[in-house]
């Protein structure tokens, strides 16, 4: 079966690593760069660019533009970063690339990423600190098809799964069910696999390929990671550094942020068109389907209407996540997870 390029571009993202760190080769290596980095960027300001009086900004996305970014977008289309003196650049995430590696090592100011990477990423040795909330809950989820007898994550006992290799969302769902039947196979970067076989049961996002599965034919059900428990934030992040340094900065990339989000949920359509610019593999079809499933399910909003809630995070959702990764074993040494999250930015 042949997949639209956006579908494979999107796929690609949910199921590759979203940082090589995963790889504990390059722990070493990454954590000696960012050392180095500290020290020649050290007094290194954001001043305002000659001639503009702004102060540049970049900021690293996880993958292509795509609507799941559209707060940042809209922020920087209506002029929600100058209006706060910010000349924001917003950069795709190159093939291969970790977004960890580009903001330690400097070349990013401010990336994208999840609450749990933040924690990984912490113990082994790269301080990172989560700065505000892009998404209140992950968004990634099992797709089945309607006839499944899968109806809850404890139903997967026996079952095969297409997952993320080392996935620990998996990991948390076999320790909390004490699932001992459950197998996993790599994931691939189609769905067609999913459409022809009426068992099949792949790791997805729900913004994205239950789209396709249904153009495509198929009569598809979905179960939300977070709705079993593991439910880390997505998040803005930036190093420890930036963030003492640039404490003002930060605010106010925050702002015009969640500014750029709540517009985007009230009428995503100009930035989805400029989007489409940016990235065409895309589809407006698949835009406003995308749009949609992220205000229906309150991933950025939280399920608050006003849009009072977006970028905030809460120091008891932190905790949650840090004592059910030490449970997990993923954490590789003791950290605060106090010091990893700044709530102030948000408030």
Same mark, same amino acid.
């Given at each position: ?13 949910? %199921? ?139 139903? +997967? ?79 803005? %992040? ?43 593999? +895309? ?65």
């Amino acid at each position: 079966m042949a997949i639209n390029k956006r579908h494979v571009s999107f796929v690609s993202r949910t %199921f590759q690593p979203r940082s090589t760190l995963k790889s504990t080769r390059f722990l070493p290596l990454v954590a000696s760069l960012f050392l180095f980095v500290v020290f020649f960027n050290g007094c290194r300001a954001n001043q305002p660019a000659a001639g503009t009086g702004l102060a540049p900004l970049r900021l690293q996305l996880d993958w292509y533009p795509q609507p799941e970014h559209g707060g940042f977008y809209t922020a920087q289309m209506l002029g929600y970063y100058k209006a706060e003196g910010l000349n924001v650049t917003i950069s795709p995430l190159p093939q291969y690339g970790s977004v960890a590696q580009i903001v330690a090592t400097g070349r990013a100011d401010i990336g994208l990423g999840s609450s749990d990477q933040i924690l990984e990423w912490n113990s082994n040795a790269l301080p990172l600190v989560a700065i505000a909330a892009t998404m209140q809950h992950d968004p990634q989820a099992i797709m089945l098809h309607k006839d499944s007898p899968i109806h809850d994550f404890k139903d +997967l006992q026996g079952h095969t799964i297409a997952a993320q290799t080392g996935a620990t969302w998996l990991k948390y769902v076999i320790s909390r069910y004490n699932l001992h039947q459950v197998r996993q196979i790599p994931s691939t970067l189609s769905i067609a696999n999913f459409l022809a076989d009426p068992n099949y049961v792949q790791q997805v996002f729900i913004t994205s390929e239950p789209y396709f599965a249904k153009q495509a034919g198929a009569d598809v059900r979905t179960l939300l990671i977070s709705s079993s428990g593991y439910d880390p934030y997505r998040v803005q %992040f930036t190093t420890r550094d930036f963030a003492a340094q640039h404490s003002d900065v930060v605010a106010k990339f925050v702002h015009a942020s969640i500014r750029g989000w709540q517009q985007y949920l009230r009428d995503p359509d100009p930035t989805n068109a400029y989007l489409l610019k940016l990235n065409p593999a +895309l589809n407006p079809a698949q835009e406003s389907y995308t749009a949609q499933a992220l205000r229906d399910g309150g991933f950025i909003s939280g399920g608050d209407a006003t849009g009072a809630r977006v970028g905030r995070m809460s120091a008891e959702r932190w905790q949650s996540s840090y004592e059910q990764l030490k449970a997990l074993g993923i954490l590789h040494s003791t950290i605060d997870p106090t010091t990893i999250y700044a709530l102030k930015y948000a408030q």
